[in-house]
């Protein structure tokens, strides 16, 4: 619940309205408008709190939120957040482009996508060291090796790094390589690793579970969002429905509806949310307008020898191209790139 005390109530009162709350079992989160002080309760509603804390004096009203997300939602927080990383703001005017390989396979590869990246002006190289395959007979990943060459060609090309965090025993050691730790539609709802994700003070994208609904997604974003860590952004990369044409059905209505939703910023995914490399532009033209903040899209320089998503992957030529295209698109909708 949140709890908005009335204009130039007294500390003291914001004092027992908190105490109050946590006497019944709420997690107090405060925040102090130029104006006005809002005491947000989160926790189980429990029999009688409203009356007890509208009975206490400055306080104004209390406002349930209904959805059982409470940080994430818009309700708790009006205007957008922004994630900071150095120079580069995620979720404000400007569109962030992440790109790079789906895996990292050799220094020489990713160097040589960085330079790419670096070249189209975008700020943030993607790439998998531990990579979540259907098959335990494909490609893993480099693991740690491949967190290291990812932070050196973060290092020489200027560009900050994203890349996926699988095991929640190994997020200390992600955190300390890469700008950005991304959960992986697999790992949505690995609640473990959730739990030690909000207790980095790295960023974390969370990308939408196969089958997993707005509702569920946000409660994964609550989980990060609750355990102290306020860095989190949503990922939309498709999900799971009756069409085979495409990977996954990479659904553009959730984009506007978790920018309506919540107050974090939206990443839209065309690469996994089609599969096919001729789609990739075209949805990532349409996520911009559906709202994203950020894409996330597999480059390769030669698709057909990647380890892994070879036929979603654009080429530098293909990026640049899409990339003039989305500066054009987020010009049209009030946004830059
Ligand atoms: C990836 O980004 O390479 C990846 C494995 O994505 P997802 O978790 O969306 O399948
Ligand atoms: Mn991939």
Redesign the pocket.
């Known amino acids: 619940m949140l709890v908005v005390m009335e204009k130039g109530a007294s500390e003291e009162a914001i004092v027992k309205v908190s105490k109050k709350l946590e006497e019944r079992g709420f997690v107090v989160h405060l925040t102090r408008g130029v104006e006005r002080t809002i005491v947000a309760g989160v926790g189980a509603p429990t029999r009688g709190t409203d009356s007890a804390i509208e009975a206490i004096g400055g306080v104004d009203r209390v406002i349930g939120i209904m959805t059982p997300y409470k940080l994430a939602s818009r309700e708790f927080q009006a205007e957008d957040t922004i994630i900071e990383i150095g120079d580069v703001a995620i979720g404000g005017k400007e569109i962030q482009i992440m790109a790079g390989p789906?895996a990292v396979e050799s220094r020489e590869q990713v160097l040589e996508i960085a330079q790419i990246v670096k070249a189209s002006g975008a700020k943030i190289m993607r790439g998998?060291a531990f990579?979540?395959r259907t098959s335990p007979y494909d490609f893993q990943g480099l693991g740690e090796e491949g967190l290291k060459i990812l932070k050196e060609a973060g290092e020489i090309y200027g560009l900050k790094i994203i890349t996926?965090v699988m095991d929640p025993g190994d997020v200390e050691r992600i955190a300390h390589y890469s700008d950005i730790l991304?959960v992986?539609?697999?790992s949505m709802q690995n609640f473990p690793l959730l739990r030690k994700l909000a207790k980095i003070d790295k960023p974390v994208l969370i990308?939408r579970g196969l089958s997993a609904t707005i509702e569920e997604w946000i409660m994964a974003a609550e989980y990060v969002l609750s355990g102290g860590n306020k860095n989190v952004m949503l990922c939309e990369?498709g999900i799971r429905t009756f069409e085979t044409f495409t990977r996954n059905t990479l659904d553009l209505s959730a984009v506007a509806a978790v920018k309506q939703l919540t107050h974090l910023p939206v990443i839209v995914?065309p690469s996994?949310g089609t599969g096919k490399r001729k789609l990739v532009g075209p949805m990532a033209l349409a996520g911009v307008t559906a709202g994203a903040d950020g894409l996330i899209i597999e480059v390769h320089p030669k698709p057909s020898e990647a380890l892994c998503?070879g036929p979603q992957s654009l080429t530098g030529e293909d990026f640049n191209e899409l990339l003039s295209k989305i500066k054009q698109v987020a010009n049209a909708v009030g946004r830059e790139i």
Do not use: T
Request: glycine letters at 14%; hydrophobic letters at 5%.
């Open positions: 789906c998998g990579k979540p996926e991304q992986g539609a697999r990308k990369r995914d996994h998503d």
